[in-house]
DNA sequence: CGAGATACCGATACTCAGTATCAATGAACC
DNA sequence: GGTTCATTGATACTGAGTATCGGTATCTCG
């Protein structure tokens, strides 16, 4: 809640709305999804926001597989994320294998290591279950 | 080069001219870049274009970290990317033990694994060499 | 080869995510 | 309470990609 206090940024109205809005979100969301839920906060603010929260770890940006943009909550530090091909739907998860496999893969390449970004294509339950009742 | 003839669609000249200036092109490339280089082919028709060697595998689509879109050449059927989150150079790599992993993931995730995308964020050594010289 | 159907073209106008600008406001700190 | 300067919203812009549409070129078939 006061992460962007401990980063030395103001505490305002705007702010405090986007981040009580996004601590409900369980599911990904978009840029436009808050001004919808917020129509009193302008559309820079949002993105000055979302920004903000980027840089403090708060949030995390990612690709729908068509390019489509879109924030997740970080509910743990290092993590990837699950998406729905169907629904766009985005999880979490974490595999400290993959984290060790990727360091190795890392010594074999040319350059400095410095991340990596995991997405895991999937179709979520819901999905299969609405496939499957058609 | 056929690939589109291959798969119903027509062989006009700024499809060959787009291929044939893929053809060369080792680093990864923007729609953009596309536009400057043919300036007498059409944007729209780049993006098309664009489109139809996505659909037939024939490039890759990825997004820098920051989110930029960029495409790359497909040498490989299935293979992963590495980006210089300096220069934004892409490059390609393949490990059997990712996909062997990967799969062991989906299967302890809910819902259907149906693919995934890695990307690796490195400083390429060219990048590298830049920043020892300063 | 000639002709017709239609896939494809470029120009243009649009959408959508995100950024730049700028005058007005309101946190923070004294 | 007053001052400073980060922040705001409005607005205009950029960059990637899509929709539309009248005109053109490719493919196919006779």
New binding site residues.
């Given amino acids: 809640m006061a992460v962007l206090?401990d980063r030395g940024?103001?505490?305002?109205?705007?702010?405090r709305a986007i981040i009580r809005f996004l601590q409900g979100k369980q599911e990904g969301f978009?840029?436009?999804e808050i001004g919808r839920e917020l129509p009193?906060?302008?559309?820079?603010?949002i993105?000055?926001?979302v920004?903000l929260l980027l840089k403090a770890g708060v949030i995390c940006?990612l690709n729908l597989p068509d390019?489509?943009?879109k924030y997740s909550l970080s509910r743990v530090e290092h993590h990837h994320h699950t998406v729905c091909v169907r629904c766009g739907n985005v999880g979490e998860f974490r595999a400290a294998t993959i984290e060790r496999l990727m360091r190795a893969i890392g010594g074999d390449i040319p350059g400095e290591a410095v991340g990596h970004r995991i997405e895991l294509h999937i179709i979520c339950n819901q999905c299969l279950l609405e496939a499957d009742s058609r």
């Fill in positions: 206090e940024h103001r505490s305002t109205a705007p702010r978009t840029a436009e009193d906060v302008g559309r820079a603010t993105f000055r926001t920004k940006r390019g489509a943009p």
